[in-house]
């Protein structure tokens, strides 16, 4: 996580307070894309505590990444979404995000 805070880091991480208590992260890598043809951001984690769901936590992340990667004139926000998590597809379709028909597939090199 100390990567994060590197001079020039083109990671993004955010906490969300509720009443001086965190309610949530986000973690975005603002990577290039060829297809894209500029920077995407790769929602690596965005995590809303339970106590904090319903109270537009996500959605203020959401927002956030709107403004300020046009600003950044970043060209996509990308993520990934477990199938169970029918509250997820239901807020990220609700924002415009759509399905991406691929496979996801990783090499530990560790």
Known sequence: MEL????????????A???GVAAGILLANQIVSA????YTLWVE???VVPAARRRRVATAFLA???TEGRR??????????????TAAFALYRARG???VHRQRMTWDLS
Do not use: C, M, N
């Open 45 to 47: 984690e965005l995590y």
């Open 17 to 19: 307070e509720l009443d």
């Open 4 to 15: 994060a805070f590197t001079p020039h880091s083109l990671i993004w991480l955010l906490l």
């Open 97 to 99: 995000f759509h399905d």
């Open 35 to 38: 297809e894209k043809g500029g």
């Open 72 to 85: 950044r004139g970043v060209r996509a926000v990308e993520l990934e979404v477990l199938p169970t998590q």
């Open 64 to 66: 956030y990444l709107l």
